[in-house]
């Protein structure tokens, strides 16, 4: 690496010890660190006729002052100065936020250059800039920083000049020429100094698709060096796993398991086998089967000697799982136990004491199980399902629960294919994109809230035919703030509505654990026909009897949320219905009801969602375990990153040839990230 890079920012001329304080603000310590600290976007300076602007774009506009401003102040700092500008014949009125300060130099008839957000409606402006006369400049676009404290953007701007006038010589080039080439990537010292102190939107553009393949491209090098050191890392923990007895449990089930299902059997149960560590991600469809896949390759487990851990998220799944678990283990002599919040005081001493005689083969429960006092005799394979919910803190203590645990996350949340590859590149990815045979597609409704009547006469005709229904509320109780249906008040209306004929059962959080198990069973055993509950009955319920799902507010959900609480019905051969009953006020609303019932594949689901939502929150909050690149999103430079996965697997399996300089920067790149012990790249 290069030494100048590493020095602290105080190395600047003009940095003192002041500057730098503020300057850790914004996580910048080093002069690395300031040259890279790049700005969040640009202001677009050119001149712009305001007819051909779209509402709320950013513009620059000269014109000449027609009215004194005006300023109202609200408390001691906030104000709001406005004036009338004339641009082109059109007078339009120009709005500054808190820069009552500008007053003095807008005096009427002068002419001024404005840059703000327009508004087409209101015919305004509000403004960002103010400069006096007409001002054309050489330079269009302006870098804007994200700045705190008192340092400004254009302070930035001057630090970061000054640095790379110091220090931009000895940018290194971390790229070899030959994927430069590949890509027409600048270098990148140019793209540095590009996105710094830009000529055009052209120019950025290109610099930004430099340093994104970059940041990319080192992150998948550090994910597949991971994945190869992790393979060839003999663990000397190669369990027996005999294809004979799975292919007898198999035999045993009472449906045949789809092929998909088969195939992931095999490709799960040879990691197991194998001596390195499995380390693999199971994405199946709701209603996809993967309980038995798991519960198939736990068999085996235990078979060779071994105990599992199946981890969830919530404790009624964790019921469920060891229900259906112990039904098709237990006549074959495995003991399968729950570990939750609920076992207390001797019963949970009594199971820990099992467990660590080795006596329970398989332990399913909820994060109590990466409890310090939980002890295994001899832990072979961790499964977490649906694992999006655990952090991946969570993650790591399970797999450490025992030495060189095997590992598999098992979720339902569809992510876009090339996405899920990428950003899962450590791991080994199973897919299971078949359903079990006979299940009947889900017809999904979207109805306004005035046609509840219908809906109910509807779902009642299912009720007399045998079936049960879920109806699904957002929130527990009434909150005036959101104007939403809630779960109480929906069971009282629906009681009253079902009177004599059928019985409501009611669900969410805040009930006890045991009012929760109560109510689940009363539903599971056809007690309670009709369930209302929030949505903690999203992942994992299975009930095959329940046909219908009705979910109120169902605009308030996102696709992937919507789909999941789908999957509650379509579980057993009748054909099942899900009813949205949403009135959303937009077009993107409105469109995300259209696809929920148009497709029920949850792969389409995703693809669809990530296009509507954009970048942002598909992978919710820093559980991915994606690291906070400088430019690149994973969601937006989708493509690039697949790019760079394909380039590092190469690089990785020494399938190109790079020269010993970058062989030299690659090495000390991923020793420093704790990838490599000395020598273990070749
Ligand atoms: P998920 O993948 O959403 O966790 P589950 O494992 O809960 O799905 O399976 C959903 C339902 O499908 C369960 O009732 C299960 O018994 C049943 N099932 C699983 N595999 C098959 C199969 N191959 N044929 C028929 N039914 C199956
Ligand atoms: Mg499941």
Known sequence: MNEYMKLPVTEVKGIGDETAKQLEALGIYLVEELIEHFPFRYEDYKLKDLHEVKHDERVTIVGVVQSEPSVRYYGKKKNRLSFRLLVNQLLITVTFFNRAFLKKQLSIGREVTVTGKWDQHRLTITGTECRQGKEERDQTIEPIYSVSGSITSKSLKKFIYQALSQFGEQIPEPLPLHLRERYKLLGKKEAIYRLHFPPNQEAVKQARRRIVYEEFLFFQLKMQAFRKSNREQSVGQSLHISKENITEFIEGLPFPL???????????????????????????????????????????????????????????????????????????GIRVELLSG????????????????????ILVGTHALIQEDVVFHRLGFVITDEQHRFGVEQRRVLRDKGEHVNVLFMTATPIPRTLAISVFGDMDVSIIDEMPAGRKAIETYWAKPDMLERVLSFTEKELTAGRQAYVICPLIEESEKLDVQNAIDVHAILQQHFTGRYSV??????????????????????????????????????????????????????????HQLRGRVGRGDAQSYCILLADPKSEVGKERMRIMTETNDGFVLSERDLELRGPGDFFGAKQ???????????????????????????????????????????????????????????
């Open 505 to 562: 059962g009611l669900m969410h959080g805040r009930l006890h654990p045991q009012e929760k198990d109560a109510v689940m069973e009363a539903f599971s055993r056809n007690d309670t026909q009709i369930l209302v509950s929030t949505t903690v009955v999203e992942v994992g319920v299975n009930v095959p009897n329940a046909t219908v799902m009705i979910i109120y507010d169902a605009e308030r959900f996102g696709l992937a949320q919507l």
């Open 624 to 682: 991915s375990g994606l690291p906070d690149f400088k430019l690149a999103d994973v969601v937006h430079d989708y493509r690039a990153l697949e790019v760079a996965r394909q380039d590092a697997v190469k690089i990785i399996s020494l399938d190109e040839f790079w020269t010993a300089e970058h062989y030299n920067f690659l090495r000390t790149f991923l020793e420093e990230q704790g990838v490599l012990n000395g020598d273990k790249l070749d």
């Open 342 to 361: 609920s076992i207390k005081g001797k019963k949970r001493k009594e199971r820990l004491k099992a467990l660590e005689a080795g006596d329970i083969h």
């Open 258 to 332: 789809t092929s998909a299902q088969k195939r992931v059997v095999d490709e799960i149960s040879s990691d197991l086998a194998s001596t390195y560590r499995m380390n693999r991600l199971l994405q199946g469809d709701v209603g996809s089967g993967k309980t038995i896949v798991a519960a198939t390759c736990m068999y085996a487990v235990a078979k060779a000697g071994y105990q599992s851990a199946l981890m969830v998220p919530t404790e009624i799944l964790a019921e469920q799982h060891v229900t259906s678990l112990q039904q098709v283990l237990e006549p074959k």
